[in-house]
């Protein structure tokens, strides 16, 4: 090609997409497929919003609310805080593309856990940044708090914190975050990726829009692609001080987010019972999991979020195949920065009794019974 | 702030959408308002549309398709091109600011009409470029193809075109098109908005595809937000050769465009027949705006889209704000770089007779019958 692109755009790192139901039942000719790879809800949203949304659909011919406003109200109520405070986006992975178009220029870096989401590091090289990459303890799993304030250097522009964390599943306790937002100066972005936080039990939900009153460099990221089971309608947001959400606003596509995503969202906000349920049934869940791991003596990640990381070994690949073959849609470690690992979305009872049976079929014919 | 913003972000240039219908309604206590600000097609998107996303709803849980593969194959069928040629977008706009993203660094430079839809030069903006404008000709407000040409120097990476144009209507004759191509460098990219090319009748439309098969370096832009009635769903594509979308691939986020607007999209192609009565309607409804202002001895741009910059002189703002009073949300034309002008979106028969009835007795109460 003649033209000349940006000279870092071609080695930047691919993402690699959950593959789709349709895609896995045609290639393996199966009936029935279980998506298990995107950390999505698979219960769905509160049946109010497929209702409103099949009723409201007289207007999607205009352009959507460019400011948003009622959902942005609806959330900013939610929340306690200011809709100035609230920007909307196409996802939030958008708005990490937006943080980082607004405060990255050529030799600038961010500090961010490894592994971790791939898109800060995208979102980072895009504008011809590095990543700075900090291990995560060894011992846990956890992000390392001060490695990555050690890490920060003069040519630090954001700090991106994931709690919980993809895909471990860890959280970084509220001492940690105190302890983050103190040691870090004060002229750079931390922003902490909260698409998991409604999974949280009360007791280990911090208070981040508390911190982002004490904090003006703090960003929260929030979404309704988890746990409000919107992912299909792309739309997330973040919370911050307002000359934050000022600045990300001079950049942002006037129409980034659709109208039936803003409404099918402000829908979901008005039935916030519902979440609760859903939390509540997978934490559940989990615990079936975590007691056939512990019987069957195969290590995983204890989660904070609706996903495990499982240690599946040296015959992760065949495992996954042979769940494949079997209907059960699961993301390979090797996508995430796990090569002996699988990560697995925490589905409904049924499903997961199926996978849990068939799983275990599937390690033993690897690994031969225990 | 003491973030550490890029210095030219403060300094970006504020797109002010068309006032929602809602905000009209509240605003001066009406019971009917219509918008005729933003290019809408006000018949909406032909009936199956809407059937196909109330009865599609059970999935909006699940992340979208992330290569858009359906509506992509559709767009590739229909264009007799393939599919690999497709990039899709959350709307053309966030086309628009990929390709800036990728080739637009500090120093570097896009060349594009003036006035011109703003998107263009704020996309190269924020990536610390610059925008050369080329004033339209005098005569006909028409894109001036041997300027175009002239302004383009070492710096230059991309040169936006628009046809039809926008806000004037106006087109760029094949000739003209053809001379761009065989004079502007090839390491220089040519991107062609064809956001109103359905509009065109047969013999105005250039066979855009065609000449992209020959010019590695063209893109052309389409949208479902015009003549498909999908504005509020937010999607567009982009057409050229492989290597192009290949690289905006790199940068474009996974989940960018939403599964509704995907098959909303895909629904709407295989309708195609619906789009050329809604061109056939348009094209009737200018004539009767035609008539009516050359009776009324009112100057306006002969439009090849779906709206008409009308001349409204120096009393422009109290028309506005009369139309705006009376249930009719129109565009200022100094919004768009048209001081004395007003850009009205052509709607339904019977809102047009009540806007061109209402808009001459406002024009007479300010100007004095005629």
């Given at each position: 090609m003649k033209l000349k692109l940006k000279p870092w755009i071609n080695s930047l790192p691919g993402y690699v997409a959950g593959r789709t139901i349709e895609e896995i039942k045609k290639e393996f000719k199966l009936n029935e497929v279980h998506k298990m790879a995107s950390n999505e809800n698979i219960l769905g949203p509160?049946?109010?919003?497929?209702?409103?949304?099949?009723?409201?659909?007289?207007?999607?011919?205009?352009?959507?609310?460019?400011?948003?406003?009622?959902?942005?109200?609806?959330?900013?109520?939610?929340?306690?805080?200011?809709?100035?405070?609230?920007?909307?986006?196409?996802?939030?992975d958008q708005i990490i593309e937006m943080i980082c178009d607004c405060f990255i220029m050529e030799g600038d870096n961010i500090v961010n856990a490894d592994p971790n989401f791939i898109i800060y590091e995208k979102a980072a090289l895009k504008c011809g940044g590095q990543a700075v990459k900090v291990a995560l303890?060894?011992?846990?799993?956890?992000?390392?708090?001060q490695k990555i304030v050690k890490a920060v250097n003069d040519r630090t522009r954001i700090v991106f914190l994931a709690s919980p964390h993809n895909p471990t599943g860890t959280i970084i306790c509220e001492k940690d975050l105190v302890f983050i937002l103190q040691n870090i100066p004060d002229d750079v972005l931390i922003v902490i990726d909260e698409a998991y936080y409604e999974y949280l039990e009360d007791s280990f939900r911090p208070d981040t829009i508390k911190y982002i009153k004490e904090y003006p460099n703090l960003v929260s990221l929030r979404t309704f692609s988890k746990i409000y089971g919107l992912a299909g309608l792309r739309i997330g947001y973040g919370i911050a001080d307002k000359n934050i959400i000022d600045a990300l606003n001079k950049i942002r596509l006037p129409f980034n987010t659709s109208l039936i995503a803003q409404?099918?969202?402000?829908?979901?906000?008005?039935?916030?019972?519902?979440?609760?349920r859903i939390r509540d049934s997978i934490n559940?869940?989990?615990?079936?999991?975590?007691?056939?791991?512990?019987?069957?003596?195969?290590e995983y990640i204890k989660s904070y979020a609706n996903f495990i990381l499982i240690k599946t070994g040296s015959k992760s690949a065949g495992i996954v195949k042979g769940l494949l073959?079997?209907?059960?849609?699961v993301r390979p470690g090797a996508n995430l920065g796990f090569n002996?690992?699988?990560?697995?979305?925490?589905s409904v009872p049924d499903v997961n009794e199926?996978?849990?049976?068939?799983f275990s079929e599937i390690y033993n014919y690897f690994y031969g019974k225990k």
């Open positions: 509160c049946s109010q919003v497929r209702k409103y949304i099949k009723e409201n659909l007289d207007d999607i011919n205009y352009y959507p609310d460019s400011d948003a406003a009622a959902v942005r109200e609806a959330i900013a109520s939610k929340c306690g805080i200011e809709a100035g405070n609230i920007i909307m986006g196409n996802g939030t303890k060894k011992e846990d799993f956890s992000q390392d708090g409404k099918a969202a402000a829908t979901a906000i008005e039935n916030d019972w519902y979440i609760e559940e869940e989990k615990d079936k999991f975590y007691r056939f791991l512990d019987s069957a003596k195969i073959e079997s209907g059960f849609i002996e690992y699988i990560r697995v979305t925490v199926k996978f849990i049976k068939k």
